[in-house]
């Protein structure tokens, strides 16, 4: 999706008749397509291909003689026995990209094993240090684990072209979920491999840094943080707490960690007196980072999501009307955009055969007959 918005042609292939699983993960669906299905699958054109067959083993490499990347999430090794492997591809087309996306990457020992997001969560610490404190682990919200490892992949595609610019050649990535999640446990994996410490979950709160974290208002929640010693004498002057400011098992971050259990005590007293709107208001033009935790319906209405045009309205062939999170990122002198609404089921199978690959109608017919499309 994000190559798309940068302008990328993307041929998505699906299985015929089952397509992609996430087209049937819902309530709600808008006519027959999931709204699940929308999130990431704008930019996109569906190719229906039965590469069981081997008239559609032979249509994927000729599509591949014709692309730049090549993406798949296979289980190890099950494309190479279907004679789609990174060997078998780059023998009719060296100059192919070859990205895999697997769970745990192309060997060891969990190589074969299915690729869920809360399970490489789980096993790569994620939902260990996620959760209250005291509490149950607990699965992120959204699959950050496997939105994350699409990052990964991202970048890597990007400088897998640029190196193909030097030398003509294209190379395979392996990205794996595990890999992506244990890289991404930043300073806590940096405080156990160095300092020894087990890591913890901590509701909202920061392990390092105090305050950092949510407190309940008179009717919502504020998040407040302050990253360094001045910042935490703002943040009191603000709420009328100078003497907490002037108390000296409080006047360093390090005595702060120690003391977290009494400081966030009196902190979390001055929050709940107020509203969360009234909190918004004191803490404006403060310098220090604050906000409140919102719902779905308070993010698609903060003035600055929509001034950073974070919604898209793009028209599809039978849902008609829908919206979409627009692209993260703006250039200066090029354009990210949503380019084309989520494909139907192999709408533009004929399409891409006919101008890709430059196949007759009956040519095209004939690969309808015998199930390959």
């Not at 979950?201 to 390092?208: D, L, M, P």
Request: neutral net charge; hydrophobic residues 35%.
């Amino acid at each position: 999706m994000i190559l798309g918005d940068l302008g990328a042609e993307i041929l998505k292939v699906e299985k015929p008749g089952e397509g992609d699983d996430t087209r049937r993960w819902g309530p709600p669906f808008l006519g027959t397509e999931s709204a699940y299905f929308f999130c990431v699958n704008r930019n996109k054109k569906s190719l229906t291909i039965d590469i069981k067959n081997p008239a559609g083993v032979q249509l994927i490499k000729e599509l591949a003689t014709k692309s730049d990347v090549f993406v798949e999430n296979y289980v190890p090794g099950k494309l190479q026995k279907m004679g789609l492997g990174y060997s078998q591809l780059k023998e009719v087309a060296p100059h192919l990209v070859y990205c895999s996306i697997s769970g745990y990457g192309s060997d060891g020992p969990y190589a074969t094993r299915a690729g869920y997001d809360v399970i490489a969560a789980a096993v790569g610490g994620l939902l260990h240090i996620t959760g209250p404190e005291g509490g149950e682990p607990c699965k992120v919200g959204v699959a950050m684990t496997d939105l994350s490892t699409g990052l990964y992949a991202h970048g890597a595609i990007m400088a897998a072209l640029l190196q193909r610019h030097r030398t003509g050649e294209g190379q395979h990535i392996d990205c794996n979920l595990l890999s992506t999640q244990v890289s991404c446990l930043a300073n806590l994996a940096s405080n156990y491999l160095n300092g020894g410490p087990e890591a913890r979950r901590w509701g909202t709160a920061h392990e390092s840094i105090v305050p950092y974290q949510a407190f309940q208002t008179k009717d919502g929640y504020f998040v407040v943080g302050a990253g360094n010693d001045k910042q935490f004498k703002i943040l009191c002057q603000r709420l009328k707490l100078e003497h907490i400011a002037d108390d000296p098992q409080y006047a360093r971050n390090e005595d702060r960690v120690i003391n977290r259990s009494s400081l966030l005590k009196a902190l979390q007293t001055k929050f709940r007196e107020q509203s969360t709107a009234h909190w918004l208001k004191v803490f404006d033009e403060s310098g220090i980072p604050y906000g409140p935790i919102n719902n779905m319906q308070q993010v698609f209405s903060d003035p600055q999501v929509l001034h950073n045009e974070m919604i898209v309205e793009m028209e599809h062939s039978t849902a008609g009307k829908i919206r979409l999170p627009g692209p993260a990122v703006k250039y200066s002198d090029s354009q990210n955009r949503a380019r084309l609404p989520p494909p139907c089921l192999g709408q533009h199978t004929s399409e891409v055969l006919h101008q890709v690959l430059g196949y007759s109608t009956a040519e095209v017919e004939n690969l309808q007959k015998t199930r390959a499309i």
